[in-house]
């Protein structure tokens, strides 16, 4: 066949055809690239830690660390030929437990677990403009939680399920039907406990409800089942989502919800499942101007959502400055813009924009997972102590609503 004929019969082919070509090329493309880059089993690992960053993880002095595994007290770490000892995050887990027995009266400060009258902490990101960090927030925020010892749920609500390929699940060949959070919320009797759906990660403490393109079912039955006159078990749309999240809430102190970046019947379900909201904010005026749109059609359709008897009581809602450049005179003009309209709800820390987030995202890692010497130490250190100043800030609002001393 000539190219003239090939290029015509090309023209004529269906859209829906060629983009489904695309979508399995894409689709192979993607599992082979997975392959080359976790060998030989495509899962991922989590590096281990040296005995510093142990130490700034659980607030002990390295020398104190040292004596723990000379005397073989606690986990034993790997000793490198060099001396230098280094321990797995699991292991990490085990050096809390061992220092909370030995040291009961500082056992919250080694293992911060969520108490008797402190309830499970959901936090939901949410915008439905892209580019505003969203997932990457949700990543970070679950990662760092995992390390400073929370037992953590993160939950992929979002169908494109950039969060689950972060961990290394590719939708399309790792997850069957009912694999995600639809497989608990939908409204026919093949609905599955939530506990069936959890994954373990290999991030110690951090566990995952995959996402995937079957989220969209919940999208599409969702408006029949409004019109039905039988009321579906399992509770009205927006109440799903924090039944099946119940179910699990003795497992865990924080969930963390990537939402879909519509406002559609998903992502109200995680408003009113969640205790707090985030929001996510890229400092340029059309994201500016797209969250103006995006918070008048959702205060309308929570206010349709509370008026039918969804709960939206949430302990605190804040705006999150993500990809902020500040030495930036524009975007600094937007955040002192953000900062003087509403006040303390936005963030006092940012984070800012780094080519060592972006270099680890290349590979599906987070900075967490990176040694601080693969990308530079100054680089590494500016968006380490970025993040860190962020996270530390939610962290300190959820002890708020736990009641927890400052």
């Given at each position: ?88 995050l699991a292991q990490i887990g085990e050096l809390r437990k061992y220092l909370a ?66 961990f290394g699940i590719q939708p399309e060949f790792d997850l069957r039907w009912g ?133 939206l009581s949430h302990d605190f809602i804040r705006y999150v400055v993500t990809r ?83």
């Amino acid at each position: 066949m000539s190219s003239l004929a090939a290029s015509q019969v090309e023209a004529v082919a269906p859209s829906d055809d060629r983009i489904s070509t695309h979508a399995r090329l894409l689709s192979t493309q993607l599992q082979s690239m997975r392959e080359r880059f976790f060998p030989p089993e495509a899962q991922k690992e989590l590096r281990k830690f040296s005995i510093g960053e142990v130490s700034r993880l659980v607030s002990v002095s390295d020398s104190h660390l040292r004596a723990l595994s000379l005397e073989q007290l606690g986990p034993s770490p790997e000793i490198q030929a060099n001396g230098r000892r280094l321990y797995s995050l699991a292991q990490i887990g085990e050096l809390r437990k061992y220092l909370a027995e030995a040291r009961p009266k500082d056992t919250k400060n080694f293992l911060p677990w969520r108490g008797k009258g402190e309830r499970l902490q959901t936090l939901a990101c949410v915008n439905f403009k892209g580019g505003s960090a969203k997932t990457t927030t949700t990543l970070y925020l679950a990662q760092w939680l995992a390390l400073q010892g929370y037992r953590v749920l993160a939950v992929d609500l979002d169908p494109q399920a950039s969060l689950s390929a972060m961990f290394g699940i590719q939708p399309e060949f790792d997850l069957r039907w009912g694999d995600t959070l639809y497989g608990a919320i939908r409204y026919d009797d093949k609905r599955k406990p939530l506990r069936d759906i959890i994954r373990k990660t290999y991030f110690h403490g951090l566990d995952l409800v995959p996402g995937n393109l079957e989220l969209m079912e919940f999208e599409h039955e969702t408006p029949s089942m409004l019109s039905s006159p039988q009321r579906a078990d399992g509770g009205m749309f927006f109440e799903r989502v924090g039944h099946a999240l119940a179910s699990v809430q003795e497992d865990y102190d924080l969930v963390v919800i990537d939402c879909p970046p519509q406002l559609g019947y998903l992502t109200l379900g995680a408003v009113c499942a969640a205790t707090s909201l985030l929001i996510t904010i890229h400092p340029q005026m059309v994201d500016v101007a797209s969250m103006s749109q995006f918070l008048l059609m959702a205060s309308d359709l929570m206010r349709v959502v509370r008026e039918a008897g969804g709960d939206l009581s949430h302990d605190f809602i804040r705006y999150v400055v993500t990809r902020h450049e500040p030495h930036d005179g524009p975007q600094s003009q937007i955040v002192a813009l953000l900062r003087s309209l509403f006040g303390d709800d936005v963030l006092a820390a940012s984070v800012w924009k780094s080519t060592a987030i972006a270099d680890a995202g290349l590979t599906k890692q987070s900075l967490y997972e990176l040694d601080r010497n693969s990308v530079g130490r100054a680089t590494y250190d500016r968006a380490y102590e970025s993040l860190d100043a962020v996270h530390r800030e939610i962290l300190g609002l959820v002890h708020k609503a736990w009641g927890r001393a400052a």
